[in-house]
Antibody
Framework: EVQLVESGGGLVQPGGSLRLSCAAS????????MTWVRQAPGKGLEWVAN????????HYVDSVKGRLTISRDNAKNSLYLQMNSLRAEDTAIYYC??????????WGQGTLVTVSS | QSALTQPPSASGSPGQSVTISCTGT?????????VSWYQQHPGKAPKLMIY???KRPSGVPDRFSGSKSGNTASLTVSGLQAEDEADYYC??????????FGTGTKVTVL
């Protein structure tokens, strides 16, 4: 059974940093691109970033470039999102998702990030 | 990277059909046959319902169908059931290994 479990969310002050993790199991992690998607409270889904199977290629939505960094550790079957220079508008539930071809076939339950003083 | 446009809400009575539109541009919806649809119940993670415009993953009822014409994709839910009440989001490949989501549609079963 495919499982994606996010962790690392919490309350952080504006300008602060946070590192999200996503533990993957039940599938061959190295065969898939992986993605982070976020959802601000009461709002819609927003694609944030993705990373290639070997970590050699990453892509970001313009609003997070230079502040958020996606990475993966294939030895640990884990996906990460390093979040720096956080802003109030980064407040959201962050989901990790398995990226199959051009869609997202499995999702984690999400972890909440709140940026507030 | 602008969000795809969906109607905020749609509704239908049990047994009826509802169709949700998803309008983009030639750079996303119109340029690729890579539109997908997701169902999200309150407090839950999104669930894939349709991929590559009209394909259904295993386990998704055939009441759910997808189509595309030009820059607009559509999701139709036939034979509405109470459990279909949820938010629905479209998504499209937008080139350069990026994706974009729609603004979301709340479906209400009357």
């Amino acid at each position: 059974e495919v499982q994606l479990v996010e962790s690392g969310g919490g309350l952080v002050q504006p300008g602060g940093s946070l590192r999200l993790s996503c533990a993957a199991s039940g599938f061959t992690f190295t065969s898939y691109w992986m993605t982070w998607v976020r959802q601000a409270p009461g709002k819609g889904l927003e694609w944030v970033a993705n990373v290639k199977q070997d970590g050699s290629e990453t892509h970001y939505v313009d609003s997070v470039k230079g502040r958020l960094t996606i990475s993966r550790d294939n030895a640990k079957n884990s996906l990460y999102l390093q979040m720096n220079s956080l802003r109030a508008e980064d407040t959201a539930i962050y989901y990790c998702a398995r990226h199959k071809a051009f869609y997202f076939d499995y999702w984690g339950q999400g972890t909440l990030v709140t940026v507030s003083s | 990277q602008s969000a795809l446009t969906q109607p905020p809400s749609a509704s239908g009575s049990p047994g009826q059909s509802v169709t949700i539109s998803c309008t983009g541009t030639s750079g996303d919806v119109g340029g690729y046959n890579y539109v997908s649809w997701y169902q999200q119940h309150p407090g839950k993670a999104p669930k894939l319902m349709i991929y590559e415009v009209s394909k259904r993953p295993s386990g998704v009822p055939d009441r759910f169908s997808g189509s595309k014409s030009g820059n607009t994709a559509s999701l139709t839910v036939s034979g509405l059931q109470a459990e279909d009440e949820a938010d629905y989001y479209c998504s499209s490949y937008a080139g350069s290994n990026k994706n974009v989501f729609g603004t979301g549609t709340k479906v209400t079963v009357l």
